[in-house]
């Protein structure tokens, strides 16, 4: 049995890290793991311009505790009115990494999102065009849609027409739930990939549902049935380079998800890494693993691989029921169980 896994330093490729206090108490849980991360611009006001994108890395950069070594990778939050000179000049010299594809109204803090993707069309044909890559958010929202049924949808709708009618675009599909996005991902080419957070390798929609209403396994695409969560570990586990690691981490207050209307949002940053492995031993796939959390990504974006390197020790922890966040607890994914790896 293998009990130490030192694998190169990876990355997230999809992570919330909020802004003010909350950033300042989050992240850390992502900078002592990760290398870089993407970072989701749904604030409130949204990151929609290069401006805007420089000022939230610098207040990252900020709050990142000392001794630390890591990179905020921004993106844009994409608007009917993403002005696309602004948005290649914030690629070209750096500023953004990606632009980010709300369909309006799809999850936290996509008010000001996209209401129709022929709106942005000619900012996806200058994306095309320079080779920067779109993060997608596949959920359609229309309200006669079943919630379960709207990544489907949006694929047949929205995704499968965008690459096929742009080529060239190079697209993430961020945070799949289905056995419907991993087919699509599988036949799509080289140009689409897919980032897999560690709860939907873990739960399907019974954690939410049975014995009662479970806020903190809420999320924004919600688990679906077992017989997705299963495709996404084979997914995940085959050695695809299609497939890289994305936490989708979103920190909520404790009282903001257990409300009347919770947040959607899981905050697994503490232990994403200790999670995912334990995923990959279960499926016998821990050799995959390294390639899953730090190469797949960075080769998908065009960014070169990381240098250093995080060791994994079998050790049995317990996951605290809270997080302290600058002085308001967050519940984290796990909380009460024990995992089975520990970061060194």
């Not at 890591?70 to 070209?92: R, S, V």
């Not at 379960?148 to 697209?171: G, K, M, Q, S, T």
Request: proline content about 6%; some cysteine; overall charge negative.
């Amino acid at each position: 049995m293998m009990d130490e896994l030192t694998i190169r330093r990876p990355d997230d490729w999809h992570v919330h890290l909020r802004d003010g206090a909350m950033l300042r108490g989050v992240v850390g849980y992502t900078a002592r793991q990760f290398a870089r991360a993407i970072v989701m611009p749904n604030l409130a006001p949204p990151v929609t311009t290069a401006a805007l994108g420089r000022a939230y890395r610098d207040r990252i950069l900020a709050a990142v505790p000392d001794g630390l070594d890591f990179t905020p990778l921004m993106t844009c939050y994409l608007t009917d009115d993403t002005d696309p000179d602004d948005l290649a000049a914030g690629f070209a010299d750096g500023t953004f990494t990606a632009a980010k594809l709300y369909p309006a109204n799809a999850t936290t803090n996509s008010a000001h999102g996209v209401t129709d993707i022929a709106n942005i069309e000619a900012v996806l044909e200058r994306m095309a065009e320079i080779g920067m890559p779109l993060c997608v958010h596949g959920e359609v929202t229309e309200a006669d849609i079943d919630v379960f049924d709207r990544e489907a949808v949006f694929i047949d709708r929205i995704l499968d027409p965008l690459v096929r009618r742009l080529p060239a675009l190079r697209v993430i599909f961020e945070h799949i739930t289905t056995q419907d996005a991993v087919g699509f991902v599988d036949g799509a080419g080289d140009r689409v990939a897919a980032t897999i957070t560690p709860q939907h390798l873990h739960i399907n929609r019974n954690a939410m549902l049975v014995g009662g209403m479970r806020p903190h396994n809420y999320c924004l695409p919600v688990a679906k049935r077992e017989t997705h969560r299963l495709a996404l570990r084979k997914a995940a586990t085959s050695g695809s380079a299609s497939y890289f690691l994305g936490t989708d981490s979103a920190p909520h207050a404790q009282d903001a998800k257990e409300s009347a209307c919770g947040c959607a949002g899981i905050f697994n940053a503490p232990f994403a890494l200790e999670s995912y492995l334990a995923v990959f031993e279960e499926e016998g796939a821990i050799d995959r693993f390294e390639a899953f959390a730090s190469e797949n990504g960075p080769r998908f974006y065009g960014l070169p691989l990381n240098e250093g390197t995080v060791t994994l020790r079998r050790e049995e922890h317990d996951v605290l029921a809270a997080f302290d966040a600058e002085g308001t607890p967050v519940v984290p994914f796990h909380a009460g169980d024990t995992l089975r790896w520990k970061l060194a």
